[in-house]
């Protein structure tokens, strides 16, 4: 019942916006007036685009076009938000920027009762002020896979430690098969997080006024991603770390790469699959999976806010079949609500997972953390690990990048 | 007078007007911007002074990519304008055949960068044992490389200079033909006459008749040298955005301003009135050394 | 040395074919989906790019071409001026204004919109420095004809001028053509919503993609270079004219 009035009223209130939208020029050609257009950057998962488009088809409220984006998803984010209408509802990780250039709209009065439903450490990256800005779609997490036949052949316990990764690492390369897959980029853009975490160490300082990894530690865990470099890691896959390609078709003993491959590894593996969280430098630290949430958030510069919004609560707050569908049928992602997660009861590996992140699970990426920042970082890291760059010069140097903007932000 | 006055704004005007309104005031509104913080935004209110030139005066970053491609230039242009003369030189001196090797040489040109990239990333210098440069390597018993993923030492060096050579060599070497076939034929036969060795008469002849041609080629394969972008963008560049090495002054722009790089429109201006500046004095640099040799 | 001469353009020749050769090949298995496949919306960019490449010539070729005609020939005191402030511009490489007229657009409102696409493109200094100078070789008693004739100055421009250009004209819009096909960092900012993508985005999209599919890639970059191809081998002559003619303005 309440669903129901909540759709008649809302459809009033598109109504009239949607007949005030008509009078202003929305300044693109190519689609209807008070068409939705709905951005999402590509899954690599089968399924996922026909899925979304079948949503956005059975949405009563308005007309939505979905789009897909292969490429640089962040930085196409970025130069739409600076001045256009299009899109009028994206996925994507909060950045603060957003919040005080005001391109993004906050959300809160989607939630209503649901609130307490979603995840907490979800909502909480995708809030800014106590303002909450994207409703989290799903939760995903990487997690690194191995094969325990091949560990056994060359005599290796699964890593617990870093030192015990980068031994194993050594000891499966066989030449045809790598020790471990981490990205064609030598694992800079998805290890930096992990190994941060694994020397007890942050992107941000626990208050968020500054940076996390102002410390020798920082330079000595990296020094480990250079010793991954010099041996042992794939590179030059013809898939990148986020498919499962080159796990499955035997090129690396061990890949480090998303939850949501599981079902396809497990299918092409049967059981010789066994998965690990990043381990840990030493006490100091922990192991970590890092935590993501793609989150639906509606453009301000949209030609119908209001619009959008309705759109957005219906999908990702009503709409609860499709959120499970989206979470769990297309791969293997954790649903961002918990009364869907308790539904879908994972067994085997997945539930290993779930503990993993349950236990360990990270924010991958912090709205506070500012993309110059993370750019600086993945530089610094980069030429420490792929071109053996003085560790501490090149820290140095981000965290330098790192301190202004987040000074900035505060001003 | 004022008629005609009048007719000459009817056949300028036109072109004056878009003229001011996209390229003079972009110009000024974007050297407004250097002096502003403007994150995310096109009007600004903060007033920063020079702040944001003196961040992209100490930027390692851009310093390292106009440096990178100073280097890149002083490499590229000589290689470029010495190939794509020696291919005109064989070009013209064939009589058969002629016009299927210059179309051939040519044919390059019409090929977008994006789509060079996409041959030279994905088949040419793949990193499996397929591709096809490590399949010819294989032939002569080479190891199969990771051309575009090895940064030590830079192979991808090697990628981004032969796709960039084979896209231009043709263009230039047009142009070379069209000079060649300037130069009279009786000089040369006056020459032959006088017992002049081919060489001599390449030295005496030829090369200062293709004195223009060789400056005006010069010029333009340095402004594209500082303007490399698409083929830099499409190799090395992937959903995770830019690799920190050869990284064009351009690619830095467009990271810094409108990328995942920071969306700074302040910074990324300043950037740009800095690079025009770079541009305007290697030119004018380059057009002296060329003024003292004459 | 003859020998010689051959077996290096023969060389030349096929390293110069063989990437042809291999975009063809590599695209031969995604023929049958690349017009249906959804992911590369492969006939809207095809379209698009259309679109932009012949309202960017035909746009630039009209503009152009009427100031390098006034600049030439309508005689008025700050002609030079003018001519100074235009040529200055050829001064600034192009690619360094991309960010300010990226700002002007957006302000415009014009960011995914097939007009920041063309209009911004319009204004060539080059065109205009090239059309000046090929009018000022115009032979006048043609022009004095007309006048005899009863013709104003833009009457004789338009039937005896322009049609007596027609080589010219035509050598200036092939490489106009050519390079609005080929262009690729306006339209990447510009072409933010998929509706507007040009043919060279469309490809850069799924080239950099996480997992590209290689095969349809290849086959839709095949289609793409179709259209200049078929320039190549049908206007070549016009062609070569237009690379001289551009070409030599660095002297």
Known sequence: ?411 | ?294 | MRALRWFALSVGAVVFLLPFAVLVRDGVGGWSEVFSDREIPLVRSLLNSTVVAVGQTVGQVVLCALAGYGLARVPYRHASVVLYAIVATLMVPTAVTFLPSFVVVSSLGWLSDLRGLIVPGLFSALNVFLFRQYFQDFPTPLEEAGRLDGLTVWGVYWRVVVPNSRGFVAAIAVIDFIGSWNQFLWPLIIAQDSSTWTVQVALSSLLTAQNPRITLLFAAATVSILPIVLIFVVLQRYLVRGVTETGLTGQ
Not at chain 1, 332 to 356: C, D, I, M, Y
Not at chain 2, 90 to 98: E, K, M, Q, S, T
Not at chain 2, 228 to 241: H, K, T, V
């Open chain 1, 1 to 411: 019942m309440g669903a129901e009035l909540n759709r008649r009223s809302f459809l009033v209130v598109a109504g009239l916006l949607g007949l005030a939208a008509c009078g202003s020029d929305t300044g693109r050609e190519g689609s209807a007036a008070g068409t939705l257009r709905h951005w999402y950057h590509a899954y690599g998962e089968d399924g996922v685009q026909d899925a979304v488009r079948r949503y956005a088809a059975a949405y009563p409220g308005a007309k939505v076009e979905v789009q897909w984006n292969p490429g640089d998803y962040d930085s196409k984010i970025v130069t739409a938000l600076q001045n256009s209408a299009v899109p009028d509802v994206f996925e994507a990780q909060l950045k603060v920027d957003w919040v005080r250039q005001k391109q993004v709209v906050p959300l809160d009065d989607l939630l209503g009762d649901t609130r307490d439903d979603f995840v907490r450490t979800l909502l909480d990256s995708q809030t800014v002020d106590g303002k909450l800005y994207g409703i989290p779609q799903a939760i995903d997490t990487q997690i690194l896979y191995y094969r325990p036949s091949l560990l056994e052949k060359a005599g290796v316990t699964p890593p617990k430690t870093l030192d015990e990764l980068v031994e194993a690492v050594k000891r499966l390369d066989t030449g045809s098969v790598r020790g471990l897959f981490a990205g064609n980029d030598g694992g800079v853009a998805v290890l930096t997080g992990p190994l941060l975490w694994s020397a007890g160490l942050d992107f941000l300082s626990r208050d968020g006024k500054a940076p996390g990894f102002d410390d020798a530690r920082a330079a000595m865990v990296f020094g480990k991603l250079r010793e991954l470099n010099q041996g042992g890691l794939l590179l030059g896959s013809p898939t990148d770390w986020s498919d499962p390609g080159a796990f499955v078709n035997g090129l690396a003993a061990m890949q480090w790469t998303g939850l949501w491959n599981l079902p396809k590894i497990t299918a092409a593996l049967g059981g010789d699959v066994g998965v690990l969280p990043f381990p840990r430098l030493d006490m100091a630290g922990d192991e970590s999976v890092p935590v993501g949430a793609y989150s639906a958030m509606v453009n301000a510069r949209s030609a119908d806010v209001a619009a959008a919004k309705a759109y957005v609560k219906w999908l990702w707050v009503e709409k609860t079949d499709y959120q499970t569908e989206f979470a769990t049928a297309f791969g293997a992602h954790l649903p961002a609500r918990q009364s869907l997660a308790a539904k879908t009861a994972q067994n085997g590996p997945g539930r290993e997972v779930v503990e993993f992140v349950t236990r360990s699970g990270r924010i991958a990426a912090p709205a506070r953390w500012s993309s110059r920042a993370n750019l600086a970082l993945s530089d610094a890291v980069s030429r420490i690990a792929r071109e053996g760059a003085d560790a501490a010069g090149e820290l140095g140097t981000a965290l330098d990048v790192a301190r202004d903007e987040i000074a900035r932000l505060d001003r």
């Open chain 2, 1 to 294: 007078m004022r008629r005609s006055a009048r007719t000459f704004w009817l056949f300028v005007g036109p072109f004056v007007a878009g003229l001011l309104v996209f390229t003079y005031v972009p110009i000024g509104w974007s050297t407004y911007l250097s002096f502003f913080d403007a994150h995310n935004t096109v009007a600004p209110t903060d007033f920063v002074g020079l702040a944001n030139y003196v961040d992209v005066l100490t930027d390692g970053e851009f310093l390292g990519s106009v440096s990178t491609f100073t280097v890149f230039a002083a490499f590229i242009i000589p290689t470029t304008t010495a190939l794509a003369l020696a291919l005109a030189l064989l070009v013209n001196r064939i009589r058969f055949a002629r016009t299927f090797f210059r179309s051939v040489f040519f044919l390059p040109f019409a090929c977008s960068y994006v789509v060079a990239s996409l041959v030279w990333k994905m088949s040419l210098f793949s990193g499996v044992d397929s591709g096809v440069v490590n399949t010819v390597f294989g032939w002569f018993g080479g190891e199969p490389q990771a051309w575009i993923g090895t940064v030590d030492p830079p192979l991808y060096w090697v990628v981004l200079v032969t796709v960039r050579l084979w896209l231009q060599l043709g263009f230039y070497m047009i142009l070379f033909i069209a000079a060649l076939q300037r130069i009279p034929g009786n000089l040369y036969e006056a020459a032959w006459i006088d017992g002049a060795s081919p060489r001599q008469a390449f030295r005496h002849i030829t090369l200062p008749g293709l004195r223009g041609t060789l400056i005006a080629v010069l010029t333009l394969n340095l402004i594209n040298a500082y303007q490399a972008f698409d083929e830099f963008y499409n190799i090395l560049g992937d959903s995770r955005g830019y690799p920190p090495f050869a990284r064009p002054p351009l690619v830095y722009l467009y990271y810094t301003s409108l990328g995942s790089g920071g969306q700074d429109l302040g910074r990324g201006s300043a950037g740009a009135v800095v690079l025009a500046l770079v541009i305007a004095l290697v030119t004018l640099l380059t057009g002296r050394v060329f003024r003292r040799s004459q």
